[in-house]
């Protein structure tokens, strides 16, 4: 009898916070507030997405070139659009923001510090692919191996 009381009670706090909620899984909010809330994910979602190229673009040597740090930047900008997407329609089906980490920063700068920049020539415009492909192959590899 008292594990009977200990449930309602607990089902009673539960239905009183349920009620103090503005909006729960099964509401939607009204659109101009879900507008604002769109607009805070994006602001949030801005800055990983837009610095770490800019912070990668001298690691990848091409700090100096504005066209092939802008592609960097609209790819990054495509792929977290791209992820996204599949979470939210595959994943765990919530709408979260993927975004860039700085997580992986002193990764990135020990891989690409192995070969320093200087061996490339001003003419050719995808020296920074191979580079860019090492780091890519030494994240998935470190990501299966922690697994």
């Not at 805070?40 to 997405?49: C, R, S, W």
Request: glycine share 8%; net charge negative; hydrophobic share 40%.
């Amino acid at each position: 009898e008292n594990g009977e009381v200990e449930q309602e009670t607990e089902l009673d706090e539960l239905h009183n916070i349920r009620k103090q909620m503005r909006f729960t899984v099964d509401t939607n909010p009204p659109w101009p507030i879900s507008f604002i809330l769109g607009m805070q994910q994006y602001l949030i979602m801005f800055g990983p997405t837009f610095t770490v190229p800019v912070i990668l673009a001298p690691l990848l040597c091409i700090e100096g070139d504005a066209t092939e740090t802008g592609k960097v930047i609209n790819t990054m900008f495509v792929m977290c659009g791209l992820s996204t997407l599949i979470q939210t329609f595959f994943g765990t089906r919530l709408p979260i923001i993927q975004s860039g980490s700085y997580v992986y920063f002193a990764v990135a700068a020990g891989i690409l510090s192995k070969n320093p920049c200087g061996d490339e020539t001003p003419e050719d415009k995808t020296h920074w692919h191979k580079r860019m492909a090492e780091l890519q192959g030494n994240l998935m590899l470190g990501s299966v191996l922690q697994v």
